[in-house]
């Protein structure tokens, strides 16, 4: 018959006459089971690394960006006490910022819900971000959205309409809302913002909390 691996290895302990070989072989591998963790470890990695990165802009987003949204130049839409309040990166030129924002003028203007808007400029410069504030300024916001929506939709690409819309604007104004523009989008780059939209709901304290999902 063919002997087990455990009754391979007493019969070498007997043999031999040393005890110490039956436990050479069968007591515990630590250095087997530190490299199983490593190994886990190693792999879990860039999750860990995106997990940290996370939690530091998070981190930033409260110290940070919340003077700012809750400031002059943020642009705040919907009603005061809308029972939901959120903070949004936006950029103009990202298409899912545009899709999100027109899917939120519906609960905006129904007063379920209050967005502080700031603007963020990862898909390039453009002056995107100032008309953003200019026409915010102006009380033109849904109006703005409704617009950005429709050259996203005819054009694929609302630079053409960016463009021409800022041949349309006062000089000094833009100027203004420019200034406003590039503060915010330099400050959502030193918080570490490289995705838009990034939406934070904010709670009864104003302490934000990240959405993940925000098109549904």
């Not at 063919?2 to 070989?21: D, Q």
């Not at 899709?99 to 963020?120: C, F, H």
């Not at 939709?153 to 000094?172: C, F, H, T």
């Amino acid at each position: 018959g063919c002997l087990t691996a455990a009754g391979f290895v007493y019969g070498l302990a007997a043999l031999s006459g040393s005890p110490s070989l039956e436990q050479r072989f069968l007591r515990p591998r630590p250095f087997l089971f530190g490299a199983s963790v490593l190994s886990v470890l190693a792999a879990g990695f860039p999750w860990t690394q995106a997990w940290i990165q996370a939690s530091k802009v998070d981190t930033a987003v409260e110290r940070l960006a919340l003077p700012e949204a809750f400031g002059g130049d943020a642009i705040v839409w919907g009603l005061e006490g809308a029972p939901r309040q959120v903070l949004a990166f936006v950029d103009p030129l990202c298409p899912v910022c545009v899709e999100y924002l027109e899917s939120q003028t519906k609960p905006v203007l129904a007063g379920r819900l209050r967005m502080r808007i700031l603007a963020a400029s990862v898909h390039g410069s453009s002056d995107g971000g100032a008309i953003m504030i200019l026409e915010h300024r102006k009380g033109r916001f849904t109006r703005f959205v409704h617009d950005l929506a429709r050259a996203q939709g005819y054009d694929g690409d609302v630079r053409p309409w960016i463009a021409r819309r800022v041949e349309q604007l006062n000089r000094s104004e833009l100027r203004s809302a420019r200034e406003a523009a590039r503060r915010q989008e330099a400050l959502a780059k030193r918080i570490g913002i490289r995705r838009t939209p990034t939406v934070y709901l904010l709670d009864r304290d104003q302490r934000p909390r990240r959405i993940h999902a925000v098109l549904h």
